[in-house]
């Protein structure tokens, strides 16, 4: 009887969304982050033509062996906190870089809290963390009961203001969540006070946020959201400030969540989902696409590259090289890798193997998890991730090093 009672309310949201979105305003084309300066037009329309095209296997048997330049890792900075988790990124306006995690007792308790700390490229050092958001200031802020914090989700808005999403839970667990914001005019050294996304006009429940959003030239932004309470499913929120003015389902059933989106142009991008299916379905990554800019997306043929219920980072480099780290495993997140897609290919294959615990025994294996991927000048690449649910762990990829790792795939397709 629960069940249907819910289903009920949940079929009622949905309808009164639909009437609420339907009088929002005309869908903009997407942005495009970085100028694409160094493709020749004949890669622009391979690039465009293969885009709908099934993607072949990553081939992962022996990634590309890369002596130099070479890479630098670092850590986030330690809190004290026994259990980080869930790390983000944006570029700063005078070239650093912000990071955002959240740190506690364990993942979901109550004494969870929000980091942010700043990485200096010219000093190669973060600076001491501060707590942006703590359950206390959330309850106050927000003026309702807040359980617990979760997924901080940085973006920049068009007047050129960092925004922070983050997920708030008031009761449940993460099916019952919702997505917050705050807003820095001062690039995150003080923030505004917290308001809730209102994605429904009814629950509002069972939103949340993990990858990074996408601008459309009208300034407003695309956020991939997913949704966890009888479904689990992707969801596209168009945002204008701290208002959600349309959501889009990006996927069906209970099998595909944390979407992170690549633009393929100004109305087409992919959606690369972490999957959450039954045993007996198969452990890859689902894809949807959409050709009208987020107003409706279709699924299309899986990514034939495994999955193990694991989040996926994804990027687009201005000569549009595209990267994704994820997990290629079945099962377990003890084995991470870079995987490249250069502009001329249909063809991801591995350049780097970050982290692997495959020789260890089951119960030594380490967590490497949630990736999250950006770029701060359209050529380099930063990558965070959660190291073991102990540290988190920051790798920066000069656009040197990506360089060569783009030269060594074309000749080995050459061959």
């Keep these: 009887m629960s069940r249907i009672i819910a289903f009920c309310f949940l079929l009622l949201a949905s309808v009164l969304g639909y009437l609420h979105i339907d009088s929002r305003p005309v869908w903009a084309p997407f942005a495009n982050e970085f100028p694409v300066g160094n493709v020749n037009q004949a890669d622009d329309a391979l690039e465009s033509s293969e885009a709908s095209k099934p993607s072949k296997n990553v081939k992962n048997t022996a990634p590309v062996r890369l002596i130099q330049p070479s890479l630098r890792t670092d850590w986030l900075p330690d809190t004290g906190a026994p259990s980080v988790h869930a790390a983000s990124l944006i570029a700063l306006k005078d070239g650093g870089v912000r990071a955002f995690w959240f740190a506690g007792s364990r993942e979901g308790a109550p004494d969870v809290v929000i980091n942010t700390s700043v990485f200096d490229p010219q000093a190669s050092r973060w600076s001491a963390p501060t707590v942006v958001m703590d359950r206390v200031s959330a309850e106050k802020g927000l003026s309702r009961y807040i359980a617990k914090l979760g997924n901080p989700v940085p973006a920049r808005m068009a007047d050129g203001r960092m925004q922070l999403f983050f ?3 008031s ?3 993460w099916a019952g969540s919702s997505i917050s914001s ?15 996304l209102i994605s429904s006009p009814l629950i509002n429940l069972s939103t949340l946020v993990k990858s990074p959003a996408i601008a ?12 966890e309470w009888i479904g689990r499913f992707g969801e596209f929120l168009r945002i204008e400030a701290s208002q959600v003015i349309d959501k889009r389902r990006m996927s069906s059933g209970r099998g595909a969540i944390q979407p992170v989106v690549f633009a393929d142009g100004p109305q087409e991008a992919s959606a ?3 999957q959450t299916r039954p045993g007996s379905q198969p452990k890859q990554i689902p894809v949807s696409e959409t050709r009208d800019a987020g107003q409706s997306w ?3 043929k899986d990514l034939e590259i495994p999955n193990p219920n694991s989040a996926v980072a994804a990027l687009t480099l201005a000569n549009g090289t595209r990267l994704m780290v994820l997990n290629n495993i079945e099962a377990g997140r003890y084995r991470l890798v870079m995987v490249m897609r250069e502009p001329s290919s249909i063809q991801w294959q591995v350049v780097q193997v970050i982290e692997d615990d495959e020789t260890l025994v089951n119960d030594l294996h380490r967590e490497f998890s949630y990736p999250y991927l950006i770029s701060a000048n359209g050529e380099d690449a930063h990558l965070v991730y959660t190291w073991d649910r102990k540290k988190i762990k920051h790798v920066y990829f000069p656009a040197n090093w990506l360089r060569h790792a783009v030269s060594n795939l074309k000749e080995m397709e050459a061959q």
Excluded at 182 to 196: A, C, F, H, K
């Design 167 to 169: 997920v708030t839970v």
């Design 171 to 173: 009761i449940g667990g």
């Design 182 to 196: 705050v807003i820095s005019d001062d690039e995150g050294l003080t923030w505004d006070r917290p308001q809730r």
């Design 216 to 227: 459309f030239t009208d300034g407003r932004l695309g956020l991939p959201g997913y949704h």
């Design 272 to 274: 690369f989902f972490r």
């Design 298 to 300: 279709s699924i299309a």
